[in-house]
């Protein structure tokens, strides 16, 4: 495709793309919508009107005109002033007439006058549109359509190639078209402005000849005003203008550098450019992590409350202990004390109603006060005795348990008044009763926690690009060197690393790890590195970034930190933030 024609490749019957890459012909798509129901369109391989250009052959065994349109060609913002036209090659063994209706895309073809051109029989002919001009030109999106009308046909095979879709005066661009003017004779311009289909054909073919040179012309002069404040750079002092406060170069400062300089500019930074790091990296989640009824707690007991469980509303689990203890509620002196603080019968009231019965105060040693108010077990000392909802909870799924339950009554931490508190028994009977606190009866140990997440890694299977789309990594490469001279320095790991995790962002770059000379150990902060989640980790991100950028023969570390902390007099955390610190 041509950057000159506004039609796409497909539209346009292209074989190859810009970069000279061949289209699959067998399965070249027509982008070209044929109204008529009995056409039979198709891509001719056979007969090229031009090696970079296919042709469609349209059958019809009917009388009728073939009607054909295009999809819509946008028109860019900055080329609405001009004026357009289209044209085509057609080719017919009959001596049809053909009519092409360029319009507005949306609005109906026939509000414009279309060019008619009669065909050569059996020879191709080239054929015109109207000239278009946009009326409205304060609208953010431009479109333009094409109508092909094939009349007189005779039911002949219609050959159609070659379409463009141009600018009707190109030469009114060309910088060398004001100088031209001078030397050619004004009856040129006159005659060749009367001229239609096309119009204009003399200032066109030479616009066609000088079309290069003025491209050339148009990019040296871009650079041309940059390059030239550049030369008395020497005495600017002698200048009072603020015009060379800013002077810079497209060829050199990779500020302003064209985006189609870049590659010209990777000569002289030693490497070739990156379009961007591209890593097959794994996805890191933290997954809340699920307990089932009988399965180990963290504490070592035996999951029998989950979030599910009915009459839950504290979202914890419950764990119990495969051992129990028999201890009276309370001794004598505090059997007949109300602790209202222990009355709690709803699950999740257990560790409150045995911190305040603890509080009772000292008393005998087999006494739930004394038990509970120094057990701990598999790192854990929250341990307590189940309220009156959680022990029947306990009960009702004892079945589901590896948890060797005595048939006897086991005491809540729930007390029902002065003397007695709530019992359940995991004998015959089943039965929750109320029972007098000096009786030895069995407590057993649960605990309450939250469940907390996990990490969990799932393979990556797609290689991305790691570099944030906010950075220019083109232009980085080039003004940091860092992936060509500079590389194997701290300065081009710093860079590298800061590609990725941003530019203020620190960077503890430090040799000689572990006393081996040919290591180098990168640490950076989690909370700035991305596909980490915690301390000690490394992100793949950072490292593939890194690596071109690293000594040659060296091994290179990296991993992430939480905080810094900087010791005078100890060089191991090297540079940070480009201050160095010994």
């Known amino acids: 495709m041509s950057k000159f024609n506004y039609v796409d490749d497909y539209s346009g019957l292209y074989t190859t793309d810009l970069n000279g890459t061949p289209y699959n012909i067998s399965t070249y798509p027509i982008e ?5 129901n009995s056409s039979t369109p198709r891509i001719d391989v056979t007969t090229y009107r031009h090696a970079s250009r296919l042709s469609i052959e349209i059958r019809n065994p009917n009388i009728e005109d073939y009607s054909f349109e295009s999809i819509e060609f946008v028109i860019p913002a900055d080329r609405i002033e001009n004026e357009f036209s289209f044209n085509a090659m057609l080719k017919c063994n009959a001596p049809a007439q053909v009519s092409i209706y360029l319009h507005e895309y949306g609005e109906s073809f026939s509000s414009v006058e279309p060019v008619t051109t009669d065909l050569s029989t059996s020879e191709w002919t080239a054929c015109f549109s109207n000239v278009f001009e946009f009326a409205d030109k304060n609208r953010p999106v431009y479109g333009l359509g094409v109508r092909i009308v094939v009349s007189n046909h005779n039911g002949k095979i219609v050959h159609f190639s070659m379409p463009n879709l141009v600018e009707d005066k190109p030469f009114l661009n060309s910088t060398y078209y004001a100088p031209a003017r001078k030397f050619f004779p004004d009856v040129y311009y006159d005659v060749d402005s009367q001229q239609t289909s096309p119009t204009f054909p003399f200032f066109k073919l030479w616009h066609s000849l000088t079309g290069v040179s003025d491209t050339v012309m148009k990019e040296y002069l871009k650079i041309f005003q940059y390059e030239d404040v550049e030369k008395p750079v020497g005495i600017k002092s002698q200048f009072n203008s603020s015009a060379y406060d800013s002077f810079s170069s497209q060829l050199t400062n990779p500020e302003i550098m064209p985006d189609h ?6 000569m002289f930074i030693g490497n070739l450019i990156k379009n961007g790091i591209y890593v097959v990296q794994d996805v890191v989640q933290q997954v809340p992590i699920t307990y089932q009824i009988g399965d180990v707690g963290p504490g070592g007991g035996e999951i ?3 979030p599910d469980t009915p009459g839950n509303n504290t979202g914890k689990y419950f764990e119990a202990l495969n051992t129990a203890t028999a201890v009276m509620w309370t001794d004598t002196g505090n059997a007949a004390t109300s602790t209202p603080s222990a009355s709690v019968e709803a699950i999740g009231g ?7 019965i603890v509080a009772l105060g000292p008393s005998g040693d087999f006494t739930i006060e004394t038990v509970f108010a120094s057990l701990t077990y598999g790192g854990y000392s ?5 309220s009156k909802e959680e022990l029947e909870a306990l009960h009702s799924v004892r079945e589901q348990l ?4 005595y048939e006897d009554n086991y005491w809540s931490s729930t007390e029902s008044n002065f003397f007695t508190a709530w019992v359940k028994d995991f004998g015959v009977s089943g039965v929750t009763q109320m029972y007098g606190k000096l009786n030895t009866v069995y407590a057993i140990p649960v605990r309450m926690f939250t469940a907390g997440t996990q990490t969990n890694i799932i393979p990556g299977t797609v290689a991305e690009n790691v570099i944030p789309s906010t950075v220019d990594f083109k232009r980085k490469q080039i003004s940091s060197r860092m992936y060509g001279f500079s590389a194997g320095t701290k300065g081009a790991l710093r860079n590298a690393a800061r590609s990725v995790i941003g530019e203020d962002a620190a960077v503890l770059i430090t040799p000689n790890w572990n006393n081996d000379e040919w290591s180098i150990m990168v640490r950076t902060l989690t909370a700035s590195t991305p596909g980490v989640s915690g301390s000690g980790q490394s992100s793949s991100a950072v490292y ?8 040659v023969g060296y091994t290179l570390m990296h991993q992430t930190i939480d905080e810094i902390t900087f010791v005078l007099d100890d060089n191991d955390f090297g540079v940070f933030n480009q201050s160095v610190l010994g």
């Not at 257990?350 to 305040?356: H, I």
């Not at 593939?544 to 000594?551: L, R, S």
């Open 304 to 306: 029998f409350i989950t």
């Open 261 to 266: 300089y870049t590659a010209w500019a990777s």
């Open 382 to 386: 929250d341990w307590f005795v189940p």
């Open 32 to 36: 070209w919508n044929f109204l008529n």
């Open 544 to 551: 593939y970034t890194m690596e071109p950028a690293k000594p």
């Open 402 to 405: 590896d948890i060797s339950f």
């Open 350 to 356: 257990g560790y409150s109603n045995t911190a305040a």
